[in-house]
């Protein structure tokens, strides 16, 4: 079940995982503020220009830009709390005054590389944030692939779907995806089937990671928005592996 | 050289005010100066811009909150007031989209005009007459060329256009290519703001004019320098003119907040209506709204000085050369030429330059046939 307390422990134990890449100083409080603190401002930003809502295409080309990030930018990712800002653009309008790490295949998408967030102040200027609109009409399920050779490997991602508008859609998919890529959670050549749920499901599934945030619409409460099934992973995998070692902040 | 000359047009929801004259002076002399160098014409469509959320909101407001107002006989400053009360009421509440649609369907069917608005403008036909403006049409309908939907796509097809109404976003206006932030011009459910009644209207003309000038308030600049953009990487070639607006005791209020008669047209013609013959009195209005008080807002307005200006014009009429048949002749020879000189280089005539020539007392000026076709 993801009861407050189970999601509380994850949560904090994420903090404390990207605190310590922060290095000594970097405290955080153990029982009090932890809401705040899952809040707090990040270290690191990718900006992300989006000419529309494609689930499906969005999808894979996080997968994309996750893999294609080099290993210290994915230090950076990991050992921070990486702020992913969607803004609204035509990346083809863009691409002559500003340097993309990644364009996905249909040129509606483009990433940033992991930065402090002052180095992309030009181009946020520029821009608006994509709309915070409610979220269209979405497939029951989509696929997607990581890059790479392909494998056998097969995993699952849920994504709640009520309560949710377009733009923390976005936030939510594109930090578990990022995230499971750059652990190494899901590897290269892996099929990914996304499912769109109303709420996640934890009595069915044992999630071996979640993207836990506050939940807007509870003070004071948590939610899992999104959750990567890995077939073959034990119940309460969770707790192990790199994930559980490095983790970035629940923040958006 | 084609040359189109299209100025921001002042939506009829209150009196003219003293920028609105300044603007109108601006605009009338280099139009009528410009058409006797070149083919000229001068866009200026009420029915373009009735669909925006000012006027439409507006009649909205006249009709929901002011059901009794005699649009037969309401005064411009009567209807100025009760402008003023629409802003603060959707400065708290902006009126729901949806009570718009009425307002928005009929112009766009028909170009029905509000009887308020309706009012103000056969007002205006008044005082065009009285200031002798060339009048555009302010009281015909006019549709833009292009529907909404129309222009969007056009855009879009340049990459100048971002639609985000498929996502529960509006329409942008995008020139991020050239450096300049995206600007909103419709909201999501695609009610169109006056940047996008612009484009719907100047994008189908581009292509018939060499030249475009866009004359617009210099606190427009941003929206106007995006237009310039847009319009220039459509193939035409554009100039602007920003012009400031005239404070009063240093400050300049927006008519949204009021304006005393004194500051407005009608309130001018009460102070000047006999002080000077027809011809004196326009050119002394043209000689201090565009030479005395220039582009900028540096200046604040000045009863006696436009006093003094007009009874300055009406000695510069009456001055030498005045009556004389043969000099005027000549002088309608050497008109061409002077206009050309003022310029700067640019298919129109520049108002200022111009104006500020004819004030000159060391060269010879072809005032008699400038003042017939341009000052009067």
């Not at chain 2, 100047?202 to 617009?216: A, N, Q, S, T």
């Not at chain 2, 009406?314 to 005045?322: D, M, R, V």
Request: proline share 7%; net charge positive.
């Amino acid at each position: 079940m993801l009861t407050q307390q189970y999601l509380r422990t994850k949560a904090i134990s994420r903090i404390k995982n990207a605190h310590a890449g922060l290095g000594p100083g970097a405290d955080i409080p153990e029982k009090a503020g932890w809401h705040a603190t899952l809040q707090q401002a990040p270290t690191t930003t990718v900006t992300v220009v989006m000419r529309e809502f494609d689930p499906a295409a969005f999808a894979q080309s996080a997968l994309d830009y996750a893999t294609s990030l080099p290993g210290n930018l994915r230090e950076t990712w990991l050992q921070a709390c990486t702020r992913t800002v969607f803004l609204a653009g035509r990346p083809a309008n863009l691409v002559s005054r500003f340097r993309f790490h990644h364009i996905s295949d249909n040129s509606s998408m483009a990433w940033t590389a992991p930065a402090p967030a002052s180095e992309q102040t030009a181009l946020r200027r520029l821009l608006k944030l994509f709309p915070a609109a409610d979220l269209p009409a979405l497939p029951p399920t989509m696929t997607a692939r990581v890059p790479g050779t392909p494998l056998t490997a097969e995993a699952q991602l849920d994504v709640a779907t009520a309560r949710v508008s377009g733009a923390d859609y976005l936030v939510h998919v594109h930090h578990l995806l990022a995230e499971a890529v750059l652990t190494g959670r899901i590897r290269p050549g892996t099929r990914l089937t996304a499912r769109h749920i109303p709420t996640l499901d934890g009595a069915a599934h044992h999630y071996a990671m979640l993207r836990i945030a506050p939940d807007p619409t509870a003070r004071e409460r948590l939610r899992a928005y999104a959750g990567l099934v890995v077939p073959g992973s034990p119940a309460g995998s969770t707790h192990r592996g790199p994930w559980a070692q490095k983790s970035p902040c629940a923040t958006g | 050289m084609k040359v189109l000359i299209a100025p921001v047009t002042v939506t009829p929801t209150k009196a003219l005010g003293l920028s609105h004259v300044k603007g109108l002076l601006w605009v009338d002399t280099m139009y009528r100066a410009t058409r006797l160098l070149t083919d000229a014409d001068y866009l200026y469509s009420h029915t373009t811009y009735n669909t925006t959320r000012q006027t439409a909101g507006f009649w909205e407001y006249l009709d929901r909150a002011c059901p009794d107002v005699d649009a037969s006989t309401c005064t411009e400053d009567d209807v100025g007031r009760l402008y003023v009360g629409y802003q603060a009421e959707a400065r708290e509440r902006p009126t729901p989209e949806q009570a718009l649609r009425p307002y928005i369907q009929a112009v766009e069917d028909s170009g029905w005009v509000h009887p308020v608005s309706r009012r103000v403008l056969d007002l205006w036909v008044g005082h065009y007459a009285w200031l002798g403006l060339h009048d555009p049409g302010i009281t015909q309908v006019r549709p833009p060329g292009l529907r909404f939907e129309e222009a969007v796509d056009l855009l879009a097809r340049h990459g100048l256009c971002l639609d985000m109404r498929r996502d529960g976003g509006p329409v942008f206006l995008d020139a991020t290519a050239q450096g300049l932030p995206l600007r909103t011009i419709a909201t999501p459910t695609g009610h169109p703001n006056y940047l996008a009644c612009a484009l719907r209207e100047l994008i189908p003309l581009l292509p018939r004019y060499e030249r475009v000038v866009l004359v617009h308030d210099r606190e427009l600049t941003e929206d106007y320098i995006l237009l310039d953009k847009i319009c220039t990487t459509l193939g035409a070639t554009v100039h602007r003119v920003a012009l400031d607006r005239v404070p009063v005791d240093n400050v300049v209020r927006s008519s949204r907040h009021g304006v005393e008669r004194r500051h407005t047209l009608a309130g001018l013609a009460d102070e000047l209506g006999d002080h000077a013959p027809a011809e004196a009195l326009r050119l002394g209005m043209r000689l201090y709204f565009i030479a005395g008080l220039g582009k900028s807002g540096h200046q604040s307005f000045r009863m006696d000085r436009l006093r003094c200006t007009v009874d300055r014009a009406a000695k510069l009429l009456a001055g030498a050369g005045a009556g004389d048949t043969q000099a005027d002749t000549d002088a309608a020879e050497d008109v061409a030429a002077f206009l050309r000189r003022h310029t700067g280089g640019r298919a129109h005539v520049d108002p200022y330059r111009l104006t500020s020539a004819l004030l000159a007392r060391h060269r010879r000026v072809p005032l008699h046939p400038l003042a017939h076709a341009v000052y009067s």
